[in-house]
């Protein structure tokens, strides 16, 4: 079975799947992978090459996240180019990862705009984690020493909580009263009886 795990800005996926990872679940973070296949995957080289021009990459072959950055944070057209680009790619690659995870019950795959992007419909299960938007945004500024501003405007970009809620099979809390480790327990305890 193949878990997809999302949930907007700061909300603590990644804090969740080290707790999956100590239940031995092997982990795909997309969005890590995303920039790797960016500069790896052949391919997708040459497409953001062609969109988006050769100085997308420097002289030893490294993405320029700047010069990307600048033209598509506040260029949605650009934005989608560049998803359109880079999703197929990421949704490949953790497939392709997830077949070679022979041993495990089950693999989760961790991506912000796993939804957003259409890509959880190749998930045999979502789980959306929630929290309030006021402590995601102190446990972002904290995170990445941003202003308010910033995590507001990343957050923007993103689909509803509530949008996510509606399509999750599983909803992990994460407003600081509800244990995590409780919630990944229950949440696995029930995947081991589907596989
Ligand atoms: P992003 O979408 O920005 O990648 P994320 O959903 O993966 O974020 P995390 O990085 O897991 O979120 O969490 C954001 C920050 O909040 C991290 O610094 C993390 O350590 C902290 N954090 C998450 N959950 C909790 C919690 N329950 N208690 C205290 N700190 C937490």
Redesign the pocket.
Known sequence: MNIGIT??????????CRIFETLEIPIYYA?DQAKKLMVDDLNVKEQVKLVFGLSAYDDDGELDKKYLGDIVFNNPKMLTKLNYIVHPAVERHSLAWAKKQKGASYTIKEA?LLIESGNYKSMDKIIV?TAPLDLRIA??M??DKVEKSDVLLRNSKQMSEEEKVALADYVII?D?NHS?VKQVQKIHQQLMTLV
Request: charge should be positive; avoid cysteine.
């Open positions: 949930g907007n800005i700061g909300s603590g996926k990644t804090t969740i969005d912000a984690v446990r972002v904290a995170r994460n600081g995590l």
